[in-house]
């Protein structure tokens, strides 16, 4: 089984860190990983968006044009990728700063309030880790075990961070699991 | 009572949008020069020679005929076309990586020939197309993505002065250095970018104006903070000024 | 003092939202919009027109050349 | 056990470079590697080591050059504009025999082309991009793991043969994290020294010199012969590869780099429709595998060669395939990474399936 | 009828380009082709056109470039080093579709090698030396009467298919000294205007862009491939070679330039002691004449390929003959120019007479 | 009373015949470079970085470690040497062709960058190798072999003045530019060459001297009257003097 | 046939000029020509010279390492080119600078007193056309007719200075001619 | 005034006539010689060594370093 998986949005808005502990988990899972972001004058003004692609074997393409799931952080990059969603795929809407639907219906849409999340939290900037629960939750393709050791992993030093971080996750995974649950 | 237009997008810029982050003030420097166009009446003929950088898509905004020369050579491009057409109006948009570190030989020959080309030189202290590493503009002390701990002069030399250099060249009939993060600042910038496109309407020579400006996405600041960043930190270093004229004032 | 009356007329769609017009009009005419344009950002909005006294210095900051500034003339 | 991390192409190879023994880079910017110079200028302090930010490639290769004279172990790292700019400094490593590694992360082209990743850097790589009679070696990585193990190799075939070494990768290698493991440190001391020939100051000894040239072309023929059974030499010994389910294969793929590991998926899901595939993938790309790849193809039904170029390997595929078996090719350009689906479509119209 | 004059090779070459209505030339100093920028700095003024001596050949190919956007006939002129130096502008050039003609009389390599005449440069001039998918049309004179003849041809291919083309020459071309009857001189009104692209100022029309580059891969490809279709009509149409004595031979003698004429003399020679020997001379050394020479050799009892290099040409001899014929290989190097005597011994030895 | 040596060839020169034509003024340079390498102590330690140029063989005549860089490239490839081996003295020699025209680039940024090299520049306002081209120094009006009819700045440019430019870059310890026509100028030259070295050795930053020099072969003079003519029509363009000194007297 | 000749001096002696004539009066009299110089740093302090090849079929290779004549200006191109003469060929020496004796005994050598010649004729600038009449009257490889023509060409204008020359190229012609019959 | 007393050696096989030491002796020291070094050139000779001061001038303006130059001292 392979998976790809986009996630876009603006520069500030950790969108390839999302990316990275993705991978990581799924390394520590034993998968075989790639990440691989976009890159360019792209960046400027644009979307910034990396792909990760997970698989029980070698994997041949990092790059892709379809996805079993997209991570839309922005308009711009809901506009962008949304169409790329494979049928039956997963598309991730960050619903505190898109205020618009998918034109999609034939995926599995799952909106999720990052900003909120992460203000109730305290800290605007684990809005993106409320996002990467909600992935994991909706899709079930890391453990939450693996997660947070790729979590820890990353963030490393800023053992303070840590557990605002994993709360953002738990909340995006139960909020996830609570939309597929309807 | 009628409302007039005062001021509005310029004849020689094309509809396209500027491709800059926010608040980049490339922009600002671009309508300038369609101002100038404008004003000379020469878009017809002329031909822009964008830079490899962040303006590498300056040829499609100047609504102008135009190329895109290799990283650092526009002005060895600009004198190609001069050379061959010498009626036309040749100008080339650089930034100071492009400029002042792999085009050094380029602009300075072109201003020791005195060619008669315009040259508007970006100078932001970094490499913004390829994510904020060091230019030879960058200050002593900033932190570039490939200077981590700062620009030591020890290891990585000291900010170039290009105009103070290429005001040592004889073929330079126009040289200015300008700033454009405020109002008044863009206005006294137009002027000079004016003088330097008449120094080569005239014949006399090599115009050039080195254009201070803003990189909020590689400086980590937001735009109007890198306004004043400009003021507080650049200025110092790269002071204003006329370092040539010959091309005397305008009636 | 007479007052010169001014307008302006911003390109929305093209605005970036970078504020560098917010920053420098001196009589405070614009301001962020609270909705979004297609390419996501919040563009400037001249909210308190009247004011404005047609000095084009948002014009001449503008880096985006998004904005067209009108003066009031006695009519031909 | 070494530990498995998840890097970055770029980052891969700086510390691979680092972990080899390499304490000097000159670089100056260029997309898609400039990770790999802002990895160093962070690295190098933290190692004793030198990162210099260049003016240009023109000066980053003369660097490079003059870095070599003194036998220390030097990198450089580019794209496709960039290595161009090079050709003259490279010809010049080359003639006068300087070790070094130089990194290729080539990219769409000609010209400022675009910044996706691409392969069109082939024959400038194999054939001599810059003037005059002389090969590099030419290592191509089709993963991270790879990548990191091919610095040491380079490094290593750089300093046996006293010959420039050019890591050829694209966007894709430079770009995506991958889970690797790295090397130990090379010891200082274990590295070779080069004191018979090296510029370090001529204490105690006859002067040393270094160049590419003699005015006396009866000397220079001389010096080029030399070259050439350098290269021989080479050629006999340093020839990698490899072969995947070649065995019971009906059709040979042959690709490089990306390329190389994006094939291994359509070997699969050839096979999966009944398709006996297999793939040759040349990992030094000079000196190229012929006779093997000659010795593989005989009998086969047929050969696709695919490539993100307008069919550089292909030349010398055609050398060693000759008439042995009908050759196909299949591109994409510009940035385009194909996919292991549209190469099988591809594949099967050969096959007129 | 046309006057036979005594000229020097690089004046032959200055003076043909002239009257092919070249009026644009750029150019650095560099042994063995000097008298050329010499004679263009005299002779430019005094036709109307421009000569400037520029301060490299990094300058000098994007002058090339700026003169060529504007859709004038331009010319340069280098010996091997300049014109690595020029790789990243060439592969621009040949990206943006610009014509111009690009002289190189190469000289002993690699590096700063010599000064005297060689051959090494032709995988650089063939297979791209600069980065990225491009192929430059390379057309290789063998005596001073053809360098004038392909000059004028230059021009006309250089604008009928908007691609820079090089004529490869050698330091024997650019030195000696032989008759040649020179074409008249072209009429300007005659000469290509490139109205629909060239940069003219836009007076009254859209306005032109002349670029090597888009960022957008997917159009980088469709440009990439409209190239390649390019490349493939000048494949079909313009391969050009010299037959000399092949009809009856059994020895095919293949080399290019200065060794083609040299060749010649083998071919008298050997005939003289009753070796039956005729000469494959490629003139265009891309587009390669594989086909014709594949033909030829079948039946053979050798290909002897000689060159003033390690073996260049020899892989596209390799490419055509395939297995049709045993191939021998003799090579000079460094400067060294063979004698037909040598030839003719190596000749021997390999029919093992 | 006996007779005591108070000149010789200096340690640091091997025996190898100088490939100068006769009375070409490289060679009083070549000799006062290794005089002070001798009175500095640092042959052993030195590295010679010859250039393309007439200078080409200068890698033969040093008695030290030596290498050939590309044309005008010196500077870079002394850069490498020198970031290799920062306890080595690294020196270029080059020619006007050289550093002022192809080399432009690598010399300015080197001398940005304070770079500890020295270089010994040789303005002959000619390319001596290739035959007597125009360089960058060539005086206007002068006739060369591509400048038949005299230089013309309108379509050749001006004379480039290196160290007036180079002195507009804050890397730089030592600048001079001195002439070798005189036995006294030859004296004053070793001088500011001796402290272009201290420079480098005292890790103050780069070391620059440029030697107005003759090319009787070029200049179509015979070597006698080369002498007179550099007075006469160099030395007016290209004023002598100290640019910069950072070193102090030495004690 | 095909006959090679060396042309060998210093820089200043006219050589290549004296290699330029004999090729045009070659070229004039319907043979295949090529005149070839030496180039590069060579030029300075060394030698300059240069190599004619004329032959009735094309010529092949202009440069060549063994000569059937050889012409030494002065010191320094006689001990360079001496060994390169075929048995039975011919090498000129210039007397009026080369004060030895060549070391070859299997070839013709003629010495010309070039300079003075030239001297007697009122101008030093005509040496090499005394040598040049040598050649041509040593070897008879063009008819003087052909050869006079070829320098009426090179010169060109300077009518005054043919008439000079072409004095310098008979008085070499003659002592050559003489010197043979001894 | 007392004169000092030099004497200077030339190495005139590597000598290439160039005369520069010959015009700036003050003391006219040094000539041509009539004869030819292997090279061709007539190489400089101290024709008049009696009249060297040891100035070093033709050792400082010879540009391929054929001079010795000598200074009488007191032995020591
Ligand atoms: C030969 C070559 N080297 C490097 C690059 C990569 N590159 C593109 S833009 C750029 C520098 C841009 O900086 P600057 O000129 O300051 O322009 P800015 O983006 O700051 O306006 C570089 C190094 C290139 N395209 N070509
Ligand atoms: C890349 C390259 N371009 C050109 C040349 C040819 N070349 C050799 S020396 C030289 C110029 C020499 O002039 P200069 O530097 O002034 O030294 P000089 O001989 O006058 O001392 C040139 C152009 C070369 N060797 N390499
Ligand atoms: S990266 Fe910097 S210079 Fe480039 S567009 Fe953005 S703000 Fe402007
Ligand atoms: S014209 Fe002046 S007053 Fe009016 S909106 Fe703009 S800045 Fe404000
Ligand atoms: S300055 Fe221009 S782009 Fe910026 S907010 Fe105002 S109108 Fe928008
Ligand atoms: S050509 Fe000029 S610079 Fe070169 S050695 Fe001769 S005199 Fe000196
Ligand atoms: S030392 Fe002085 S006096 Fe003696 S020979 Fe030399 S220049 Fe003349
Ligand atoms: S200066 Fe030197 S080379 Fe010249 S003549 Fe005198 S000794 Fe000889
Ligand atoms: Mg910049
Ligand atoms: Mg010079």
């Known amino acids: 089984m392979t998976t790809r998986i986009i996630f876009a949005g603006f520069g500030g808005q950790g969108v390839m860190l999302m990316g990275q502990i993705l991978s990581l988990a799924g390394m520590l899972e034993g998968k075989h990983v790639t990440w691989m972001p976009s890159y360019g004058p792209e960046m400027r003004g644009g979307t910034a968006n990396c792909t990760v692609v997970m698989s029980d074997e070698e994997v041949a393409s990092p790059v892709t044009e379809k996805a079993e799931v997209v991570v839309a952080m922005n308009i711009p990059s809901l506009l962008k990728f949304q169409d790329d969603v494979i049928p039956n795929g997963f598309l991730f809407i960050n619903q505190s700063v898109i205020d618009r639907d998918s034109n999609r219906t034939d995926i599995n849409v799952i909106k999720v309030p990052c900003n909120e999340i992460a203000d109730e939290l305290g800290n605007l900037k684990v809005s993106n880790m409320a996002m990467l629960g909600a992935v994991v939750g909706g899709t079930d393709i890391v453990s939450t075990d693996n997660l947070f050791k790729a979590l820890e992993k990353k963030l490393g030093s800023k053992a303070s961070m840590i557990e605002i971080n994993k709360q953002a996750v738990m909340k995006g995974y139960e909020l996830a699991k609570a939309s597929l649950v309807k | 009572m009628a409302m007039q237009i005062i001021q509005k997008k310029p004849e020689s810029l094309t509809d396209k949008e500027f491709t800059y982050c926010p608040g980049c003030t490339h922009g600002i420097t671009h309508r300038l020069v369609a101002e100038v166009l404008d004003e000379l009446g020469i878009r017809e003929k002329t031909v822009t020679v964008g830079p490899v950088g962040c303006s590498v898509f300056a040829y499609q905004f100047f609504n102008t005929d135009a190329t895109v020369a290799a990283h650092g050579r526009a002005p060895a491009v600009a004198t190609g076309i001069k050379r061959a057409r010498p009626d036309l109006c040749v100008f080339t948009y650089q930034g100071d990586g492009d400029l002042a570190a792999i085009g050094t030989a380029e602009i300075m020959h072109a201003a020791n020939r005195g060619e008669k080309i315009t040259t508007i030189f970006i100078n932001n202290a970094i490499y913004g197309m390829t994510g904020g590493q060091m230019a030879p503009t960058t200050l002593l002390g900033m932190k570039t993505t490939t200077t981590p701990y700062g620009r030591n002069s020890n290891n990585d030399g000291y900010p170039i002065h290009v105009s103070e250099i290429i005001k040592e060249t004889k073929g330079v009939a126009y040289l200015a250095r300008v700033k454009v993060n405020t109002p008044q600042d863009v206005q006294k910038a137009k002027k000079a970018i004016k003088k330097a496109f008449l120094a080569q309407l005239k014949g006399i020579g090599f115009g050039m104006v080195e254009v201070l400006s803003t990189c909020p996405t590689n400086w980590g600041l937001d735009p109007v903070a890198a306004l004043k960043w400009l003021d507080e930190h650049m200025v110092p270093e790269y002071p204003l000024g006329v370092f040539v004229d010959k091309v005397g004032d305008e009636q | 003092m007479p007052k010169v009356k001014g307008m302006i007329e911003i390109n929305q769609e093209r605005c970036k939202g970078c504020g560098l017009c917010i920053s420098v009009c001196p009589t405070k005419v614009i301001e962020f919009s609270d909705s979004f344009n297609s390419k996501g950002y919040h563009p400037a909005e001249a909210k308190a027109m009247d004011k404005c006294i047609a000095c084009s210095f948002c014009y001449h900051i503008c880096p985006d050349v998004c904005i067209t500034v009108y003066r009031e003339i006695e009519s031909a | 056990m070494a530990e498995r991390v998840l890097v970055k192409g770029t980052e891969a190879i700086g510390e691979a470079a680092v972990r080899a023994g390499c304490r000097l880079f000159f670089g100056y910017p260029i997309t898609p590697q400039n990770e790999l110079p802002e990895y160093m200028s962070k690295r190098m302090p933290e190692v004793g080591g030198s990162f210099l930010q260049t003016e240009s490639e023109v000066a980053t290769i003369n660097m490079v050059y003059g870095a070599a004279c003194t036998g220390r172990r030097v990198m450089t790292s580019t794209s496709s504009p960039g290595f161009s700019l090079m050709q003259e400094g490279v010809s010049y490593m080359a003639g006068a025999e300087l070790p070094a590694v130089l990194v290729n992360v080539v990219r769409g082209g000609p010209g400022l082309g675009d910044i996706q990743p691409a392969q069109g850097d082939y024959w400038q790589a194999t054939k001599g991009g810059g003037h005059g009679d002389y090969k590099l070696i030419v290592l191509a990585p089709s993963t991270l793991q790879e990548a990191v193990d091919l610095i040491g190799l380079a490094f290593d075939l750089a300093d046996e043969y006293r010959n420039p070494v050019i890591v050829l990768a694209d966007g894709v290698i430079g770009q995506i994290m991958e889970p690797v493991t790295f090397p130990e440190f ?15 100051g001529a204490v105690g000894r006859e002067k040393h010199v270094v160049t590419s040239f003699d005015i006396d072309p009866v000397v220079l023929e001389k010096m080029n012969f030399e070259l050439v059974d350098k290269f021989e030499r080479i050629e006999s010994k340093e020839k990698r590869w490899e072969e995947y389910k070649l065995d019971d294969a009906d059709v040979v793929i042959t690709s490089f780099g990306t390329i190389g590991r994006i ?69 994409r350009m510009g940035g385009m990474v194909p996919t292991p689906e549209e190469i099988l479509n591809a594949l099967k119209m050969e096959l007129g399936r």
Do not use: C
Request: no cysteine; hydrophobic share 40%; glycine share 4%.
């Open chain 4, 263 to 331: 094939s291994k998926s359509v070997v699969e899901k050839a096979r999966e429709e009944g398709i006996k595939v297999g793939l040759f993938r040349p990992i030094t790309l000079w000196p190229f595998p012929y006779e093997r790849l000659e010795e593989i193809v005989k009998g086969k039904k047929l050969v696709l060669d695919v490539e993100m170029n307008m069919g550089q390997m292909l030349e010398d595929v055609k050398l060693a395939v000759k008439d042995n078996a009908p050759i196909a090719f299949y591109k």
């Open chain 4, 186 to 200: 090379r010891d200082p001391d274990t590295l070779p020294k080069h004191d018979s020939w090296a510029l370090q």
